[in-house]
């Protein structure tokens, strides 16, 4: 099972931009799909984006254009650039398999404003 510590997040104002980062000590190399999922106040989780093993990713609608997942299997290592942010991107983003299987970590922070 995965076991992620993601980390990156943070405050920045309306357009800014950050990269989120996740770790594990295991391998992704077998794991078919890995994602970013966020969860807002008084909302429910939801998926942001996904990416496969040979790199073919998925987005949800709000941030197509804006953020890239993309992930470094010899560095087991997962990534969400994040730019043009918005403040309804505000959120615990997690790092997960998808579909979700594992032990979900502390997540990081994200807070939009200014």
């Known amino acids: 099972q995965l076991h992620p510590v993601e980390s990156g997040g943070g405050l920045v104002q309306p357009g800014g931009s950050l990269r989120l980062s996740c770790a594990a000590s295991g391998s992704f190399a077998n794991i078919r799909s890995l994602a970013w999922y966020r969860q807002a106040p008084g909302k429910q989780r939801e998926l942001v984006a996904s990416?496969?093993?040979?790199?073919?990713?998925d987005y949800t609608d709000s941030v197509k254009g804006r953020f890239t997942i993309s992930r470094d299997n010899a560095k087991n290592t997962l990534y969400l650039q994040m730019n043009s942010l918005k403040p309804e991107d505000t959120a615990v983003y997690y790092c997960?398999?998808?579909?979700?299987?594992?032990?979900w970590g502390q997540g990081t922070q994200v807070t939009v404003s200014s």
């Open positions: 997960m398999t998808r579909p979700p299987f594992g032990f």
């Open positions: 990416i496969t093993a040979d790199g073919t990713t």
